[in-house]
């Protein structure tokens, strides 16, 4: 990417994150106003839609996703054993303190602020940033983005923000790169997805500074469904970065997202995963991007701990020099990569 900073092809990320293995294990009493309660119902797709004002088309799309999770056995015939120890009546799937995002970090709620202080958020934003999401739970507590991308019509908001404002361009793409059915995760989140990131950059916008979302669980018993969807038009570059962590919990903890990624003619995509997760969390994950004519998509995945983590991230080549990549980093764990093309 000529105008985005390329990472070293080691995958090596320390110079843009801390991998102290104990900085992310603190948590702060819950104070949610919206708690969707324990196991997965149609009941809880209701609560869901309701607490978020989906729109009725998002209502029958997790519905129907909903049916496809619970018609798809554990995927044991490929998974490690480890992953039937997923009890999913023990989840809670939406936990909300009912705020919207906040635009200045001086108004984000006093616990929150402070978990992201310590997690170094404000630093790098002011630092190398041109835009960060940050989600706190099952919602984004945080979102800002330069004022001068803004003015080139590059989208950055959360995915509900995604859906309801942005549908024109949200909606086409939206669970066309990764289908609900294409396994028992990505059904699961399609049912009960919330938070993530949507980023639209429009044709020939190149942008010369990353964009970062970072994604805390806090409470406990709780699964985490961000759903990430990334479009860059014809001629287009960006770099983006996530960072997840969560506290060490006696229970089990299930972070279950989707990221699609789609680089239209001749555009560019950088996708860098830094995950710091505690070894109580199960971490499966379905990852894919769209790569047409003259279009590259680089994925950069780094885990460092957590009781499982399953995931691929990949690259369907969808035109003539269509290019990906995948650079696990030297801190993976139990993650498999997998390039995948045209037959």
């Not at 294990?25 to 997965?40: C, I, T, V």
């Not at 990505?186 to 639209?200: E, K, P, Q, R, T």
């Not at 995963?273 to 070894?279: A, D, E, G, I, K």
Request: a neutral charge.
């Amino acid at each position: 990417m000529s105008d985005t900073p390329d990472m070293p092809e080691n995958g090596n990320t320390q110079n843009l994150f801390d991998f102290d293995r104990s900085k992310g294990n603190f948590s702060f009493p819950e104070r949610h106003k919206f708690d969707a309660g324990y196991g997965l119902t149609e009941a809880t797709i209701d609560y869901i839609c309701d607490v978020k004002d989906d729109p009725e088309w998002v209502r029958q799309f997790r519905k129907n996703a909903l049916a496809v999770f619970e018609s798809k056995p554990m995927p044991i015939h490929w998974a490690s054993p480890d992953i039937k120890k997923i009890d999913f009546s023990q989840i809670r799937y939406y936990l909300s303190d009912g705020e919207r995002p906040k635009r200045s970090w001086d108004d984000v709620p006093e616990d929150v602020k402070r978990t992201f202080e310590r997690l170094g958020v404000p630093e790098q934003e002011r630092q190398f940033l041109a835009g960060v999401e940050a989600q706190y739970d099952s919602e984004s507590a945080y979102s800002n983005m330069k004022e001068e991308l803004r003015s080139q019509g590059v989208i950055f908001v959360n995915s509900t923000e995604g859906l309801k404002h942005h549908e024109d361009v949200f909606r086409p793409w939206f669970g066309k790169v990764i289908p609900t059915g294409d396994n028992k995760f990505s059904a699961l989140n399609s049912a009960v997805f919330s938070g993530g990131s949507f980023i639209y950059v429009p044709k020939g916008v190149k942008l010369k500074h990353p964009l970062q979302a970072y994604f805390r669980i806090n409470s406990e018993n709780f699964g985490q469904f961000e759903r990430t969807l990334i479009i860059a038009d014809e001629g287009a570059e960006l770099m983006y970065m996530e960072g997840c962590t969560a506290p060490q919990f006696e229970t089990s903890t299930l972070h279950s997202a989707v990221v699609e990624l789609v680089a239209l003619k001749g555009a560019k995509i950088q996708y860098v995963t830094v995950q710091n997760w505690s070894s109580n969390v199960f971490n499966m994950v379905t990852k894919r991007g769209l790569a047409m004519e003259d279009a590259e998509i680089r994925w950069i995945d780094c885990n460092i701990g957590s009781g499982l983590t399953m995931k691929y991230p990949a690259v369907v080549l969808k035109g003539r020099r269509a290019r990906g990549k995948s650079s696990p980093s030297p801190w993976q764990t139990r993650a498999s990569i997998k390039i995948r093309g045209p037959k």
